[in-house]
């Protein structure tokens, strides 16, 4: 099969053939129609994070493929249904986190395309437990992105805890953002999207933003402050400086929503006096649970979300990756089998 490899950090991936691998005991082996490109594969790829991958690895975590064949423990029925290869890889499933029905927290997770080989190839192996089927209404090319930039989006909406006419901004209308745009909406929010590229505000504004700043050319605290300030700050653009804007927009009693994650483990500044007068909140949202991913299924299925994502192949990967870091791709590309 073909597979694209990270062979060291920093390096260009190779596209290599290698071994169809086979499916262990409690595992499932899924063909690859879709795959899409996160950012997180970039960061893993060039091994940006504190907790490191070990070259050689293949990344990716938004796969989607029939289940070809199973591993002992696994019910045959599952061959031929249509799955998603999550971020969450596997849990221990014993911990208070996975019992609670919170298993991205859990301390011993693997997650695919990181810490075991992921969907940037022909085929992968998963645990049987961890994937989520997708419904028939949902194409292979819609369903990857869902399987990551929308469950991400969707928990950190749901952590916020929109209620209608909030204003929720939306920093960085990307891959995931025009998928928070969509799911603020969708719970009654008044959404600013916030990015530094005119083609994604353009984005922003045919799915309905209600105000769309361009932080290149104008303060977005300043722009969101004119609009009577943000309940919610939903920030998905991976540099700093825009976690501080978002917490500077918030009203009193506003909630920070922090999801990117920049490179080299970088801080912000967060004024303690301001905080704690201003009742603001700073929440940490991580990937969404196989059952958040089922209901971002459904609500897809039910044509209620867009997702706007554009094919390539698997041998573009490299220029792919230029194309995301450049700011170049619309929102999300996908790998097409």
Same mark, same amino acid.
């Given at each position: 099969m073909k597979a694209a490899v990270v062979t060291g950090f920093g390096k260009p991936l190779e596209i290599q053939d290698r071994p169809v691998p086979e499916p262990g005991p409690g595992q499932v082996l899924v063909r690859m129609e879709a795959s899409g490109i996160c950012h997180t594969d970039i960061h893993a790829a060039h091994g940006d994070w504190p907790v490191k991958p070990q070259p050689p690895f293949v990344p990716g975590h938004e796969g989607v493929g029939p289940v070809e064949a199973v591993g002992t423990g696994v019910?045959?029925?599952l061959v031929g249904k249509r799955v998603a290869v999550p971020w969450l890889g596997s849990s221990c499933g014993t911990c208070r986190h996975c019992v609670s029905g919170w298993e991205t927290l859990c301390e011993s997770q693997v997650n695919s395309g990181y810490s075991v080989d992921g969907c940037y190839a022909e085929y992968a192996v998963a645990n049987a437990g961890a994937v989520v089927a997708v419904p028939d209404g949902v194409s292979s090319i819609d369903a990857a992105p869902l399987t990551c930039a929308g469950v991400t989006t969707y928990k950190a909406v749901k952590v916020a805890r +929109?209620?209608?006419?909030?204003?929720?901004?939306?920093?960085? +209308?990307?891959g995931l953002g025009h998928l928070a745009l969509q799911y603020a909406r969708l719970v009654g929010g008044l959404v600013t999207a916030v990015d530094l590229e005119p083609d994604k505000l353009g984005l922003a504004h045919r799915l309905g933003a209600d105000q769309i700043v361009n932080a290149r050319s104008h303060d977005p605290v300043e722009e969101i402050r004119k609009a009577g300030g943000a309940d919610v700050a939903v920030v998905l653009a991976a540099a700093p400086k825009a976690f501080e804007q978002a917490y500077r927009s918030l009203n009193r009693g506003g909630r920070l929503v922090m999801v990117a994650l920049p490179a080299d483990d970088a801080a912000v500044h967060v004024p303690i006096f301001e905080t704690v007068l201003g009742g603001i909140s700073v929440l940490g949202s991580i990937v969404g649970t196989r059952q958040d991913l089922a209901e971002v299924f459904a609500l897809h299925a039910a044509g209620r979300t867009q997702v706007i994502a554009e094919p390539r192949r698997l041998d573009e990967v490299n220029d792919s990756f230029g194309e995301v870091l450049g700011g170049r791709a619309e929102a999300r590309l996908v790998f097409q089998f």
């Open positions: 019910p045959e029925s +929109v209620v209608p006419a909030e204003r929720v901004a939306v920093f960085g +209308v990307g």
